[in-house]
């Protein structure tokens, strides 16, 4: 991992409220009733939701050609999380050119950014850009594509952001795989100022509502004693032993474990020489489940599978959390009916094979900000047979059929936003009216 990455510390995932917001939190101060009170003076058919949207689609198709550029240069150049300096920079530098006041570093990450375009004081909305890879597989899950739709969902609704009196953002966020990025910048304050946050994710096909567990991520270590396999193997304590024993009670409580569940991880280190007894073994695991809450129950009877391997062979264990805990989501449910029309209307088809639709169970470090901001996390399809995490949905994540799914993607996400902030003008409208 790179030295960039900050410390990791075991904390709460940020919020714990429930899977589905069915009533949204509109801002209703007078500052953002004033700013679209003034805003739709002079602006006659700007005032029809349509013409907007129609401005909107139009200058995304202006840049639809920069945004492939930026998509297939990250797809060309993929970097791990915490390390994706060039990938950043490439994503912030397109934002730049369009006119937002880039930050980055940004909260002392340096993979992170914030880009900032409007003069509105009132509503703001958060395009959430990732662009960190998997190892060996490169952009398997497309993430090249979620940076080029969420700039193009920016810079196309900046059009209209003046007019509107609202303030769009793009909060360039690092490591999402397995480190939580997005976490990090919550407990560094980001994200509090934003009304709506929004993202859309590659899948094999398009689902509106992600329904991800929550998970844990752990960094396992067994430390034992060196000895010579064959001609003093009573010297050693063999930390590989401790792996297998851990393994094998994992493997047996899956058994007793409850439906909507997962215990799944990999052994990075299994010692170094055939004839040595393991000194030191690691691996990384992940703890999923439907809530935070379940999820806490479940660590205790995995983190006991691994003391039993330290236990068995006198091995130490030492358990590092890979970042804070990722939480269920908290649907916008009012902006997923929206963004639900909104693909629709650019041909999106939502009538997909129930199988085909699992990514939406996907854990995801957006879950953790929807805890705190009203927020989307929408799913949508890019063709083929493939799913996440394998190389040929690398290879699906540019092409043909993926640069349309980035400019659906894109205009799909605008057009969400701009409703969004209509919606909630008027919600805010409203309270004014009665306060008076």
């Known amino acids: 991992m790179s030295e ?16 589905r917001d069915e009533t949204p939190r509109p801002r209703g101060d007078s500052r953002f009733v004033s700013s679209l009170r003034s805003s739709r003076g002079d602006r006659g058919s700007l005032n029809d939701r349509g013409a907007l949207k129609t401005r909107v689609a139009d200058r995304l ?9 930026l998509s297939n240069d990250l797809h060309a150049d993929p970097e791990l999380g915490w390390q994706e300096a060039r990938s950043s920079a490439r994503v912030a530098g397109v934002l730049e050119r369009h006119g937002f006041a880039v930050e980055q570093p940004y909260l002392g990450l340096e993979t992170a950014f914030r880009a900032v375009r409007g003069s509105g004081d009132g509503f703001t909305v958060g395009f959430l850009a990732e662009y960190d890879a998997l190892p060996g597989l490169g952009h398997a899950c497309g993430h090249n594509l979620i940076s080029a739709m969420s700039v193009g969902g920016a810079i196309a609704l900046a059009e209209v952001a003046d007019e509107l009196g609202i303030t769009v953002e793009v909060i360039g966020t690092p490591a999402e795989e397995g480190y939580g990025g997005k976490i990090e910048l919550l407990e560094r304050g980001a994200f509090t100022e934003l009304d709506f946050a929004l993202m859309a994710h590659p899948a094999p096909v398009d689902v509106a509502e992600a329904e991800p567990f929550a998970v844990a991520h752990w960094h396992i270590q067994y430390d034992g004693k060196a000895a010579h396999a064959a001609a003093y193997p009573e010297r050693g304590v063999n930390a590989n032993d401790a792996f297998l024993i851990a393994q ?5 409580l899956r058994q007793q474990l409850p439906p909507g569940v997962r215990v799944h991880g990999v052994q990075t280190r299994g010692g170094e020489a055939p004839n040595a007894i393991p000194e030191r ?3 990384r695991w992940y703890v999923r489940a439907e809530t935070t809450e379940k999820l806490l129950a479940l660590e205790q009877r995995v983190l006991k599978c691994f003391e039993a391997g330290a236990l068995a062979t006198g091995a130490t264990l030492t358990v590092t959390p890979e970042g804070g805990r990722y939480s269920e989501m908290r649907t916008d449910v009012e902006a997923l009916d929206f963004y639900r029309a909104n693909a629709v209307a ?8 129930p199988v085909a639709s699992s990514m939406n169970r996907a854990s995801t470090d957006m879950g953790n900000v929807s805890q705190v901001v009203n927020a989307i996390h929408p799913y949508i399809g890019v063709g083929g047979e493939a799913s996440n995490h394998q190389p040929e949905f690398a290879q699906a994540c540019v092409g043909e059929t993926a640069e349309q799914t980035l400019r659906d993607g894109a205009v799909a996400l605008a057009w969400t936003a701009l409703d969004v902030a209509r ?7 409203t309270l004014e009216g009665e306060r008076e």
């Open 4 to 19: 960039q990455q900050p410390p990791v510390v075991e904390r709460p995932s940020t919020g714990s409220g429930t899977e």
């Open 61 to 69: 198709v202006a840049v639809a050609d920069e945004l492939v550029t």
């Open 248 to 252: 094998t009670a994992i493997a047996l």
């Open 281 to 283: 073994t690691e691996g």
């Open 346 to 353: 650019v041909g999106r088809d939502f009538d997909v094979d």
């Open 423 to 429: 919606s909630r003008a008027a919600s805010a409208t």
